[in-house]
């Protein structure tokens, strides 16, 4: 089939349809696509460079945003303490923040993914061990296993590799909470399929184990796994956000959205609101729009529920 | 039904015993205990000596047991940095974050069911609907805005409630309580809001789900068919039903609660184990690390353990498939 021809089948699909009817996964759709691109092309766009200590000085420290008295030109969105424009430290954070909970979603989906199929295909032992260490993951609350990991690795490593591998340390502790839905669907799928004709013949033709995972099995699941990616990416996005707030993530000098929340916390009595609110609102309508598309999704893939 | 408490408790035994492994590992393999004890000066041999006396020579499954044999006792330990015994550092903690929990808990499920329930049967109208978007923006926003808000609205802008710590609190034996205080009262109503708002989110979300799967099952149909008057229908024979998973649900909170203890704690600065476990993590003290996590399992194998025996007390249909 030609790409057009693909095109005009999916412009006339029922998602398509679908989705043209709803406001509430149009808005989050727009909103979403929005700060994802001001996040990506945040160097190009943002006014200033929140990191170059040289861009920002303190005598435009506590400006407040551009529609309030005393705002400046400058800083739409205000500034904090030290000077730094509010609108570019939001877009590097979001940056930040965006691209740790993205990987940390594809190292989640494809640890649970692979291990989910191999656990359902092959069977005995391997799965139950896969199926137990689910269960004890699923138990122990994502925060809590981000907190542990997270801890482990300071112990393990000394300060200073600490503090350079951060980024990583953070992304895999994120991840190795999120693996579990993952697992459990591509098991179950595997379950499913595993004794129908297509497949018992795919066997019987000799076809090599991971090729039969990955080309007959897996497409049957692609539906929940995208509804499972989308929720699951905006909770990475709020176990980042937690970690940081805590002090425990991101250190101050590369703030991602939790890390500029919390040295916000610090005005919380003081006047400057929108150091702490403007990244909250920021954040919160983020996850929100995410958790909307994740919401229509799930409408879309399970036809029960409409 | 003696076989399968049999059985269940033989599992929990298991599981408690893989995770003091995995603490005893954390212990034993991460930082090294002797350079925490001693300073610069101490010789090498003097730091041998103490290696040898501590039995930190010995086989490792030695020490493992003798590590699980004094966890048993009740000796957990000295912390690396604050040299208190970690038994006592836990339970002076423990009574705030039991406390902090409960009363969270109680605020999820006394507004979380009706409001489920309530959702289920008019799943179209348009309070379900506000209530609908509210508990999604509710699962959206995460724990620590949620404080951020109310210390903003009732504490700072109102100043009606207090922000942080415990207020007031009674001693009662070793149990430091802040029930019996209008002070102590004041100063919970926050931190049990923040940690509750969350849980009471999922509480209603998963009533709602389970009450319309039942609403749809065959009995109900044909207890409409029947004639059966709605309202009995809706509050005997289905809610009846639904409430079964909300065991379930009371189990798997109770480690969200524990979990997003540690959140709120931290926010509303509450003297809770939370808190602790949040400090041993920043500064590295592995063995306070390792023995929360050995309590935290233990209640959590315990609660498990209850949640299955309580369901085979309800659940007649468990009772007779354990008998054929």
New interface residues.
Partial sequence: MTSTGRLARLMKSEGVWLFSRSPAAILAAVLTFVIVLGALLAPWIAPTNPYDLASFSLIDGLLPPLWEDGGDARFLLGTDDQGRDMLSSILYGARLSLSIAAMAMAVALLLGVGLGLAAGYFGGRFDAVVMRIADVQLALPAILTALLIDGISRGILPREAHDDLRIAVITLAIALSLWVNFARTARASVFVERNKDYVQTAIMMGQHPARIMLRHILPNIVGPLMVIATVDLASAILLEATLSFLGVGLPADSPSLGTLIRIGMQYLLSGEWWILWIPTVFLVVLVVAINLLGDFLRDLFNPSLR | MVGFILKRLVQSVF?MLAVAFLAFS?FK???DPISQMTGVETSLEDQARLREELGLNDPFFVQFARFTAEMLRGDFGYSFRTREPIGQMLLSRLPATLELGTVALLISLIVGIPAGVFTALRPRGLVSQSILIGT??G???????IG?LL??LFG?QLGWLPTFGRGGTVQIGWWRSSLFTTDGWRSLVLPALTLGLFQLTLTMRLVRAQMMEVMRTDHIRFAIARGVPWRSIRYRHALSNTMIPVITIIGLQF??V???S??TE?VFQWPGMGLL??E???F?D?PV?SVY?VV?AFF?VVI?LLVDLLYVAIDPRLRVRESV
């Fill in positions: 599981v954390l393999f991460v930082g999604l923006i699962v959206s926003i995460p724990t620590f805005v951020i210390i903003f700072v480690g969200g524990i979990a997003f540690i959140v931290s476990f949040l041993s993590i920043r590295v592995i690390m996590l935290i959590f498990n």
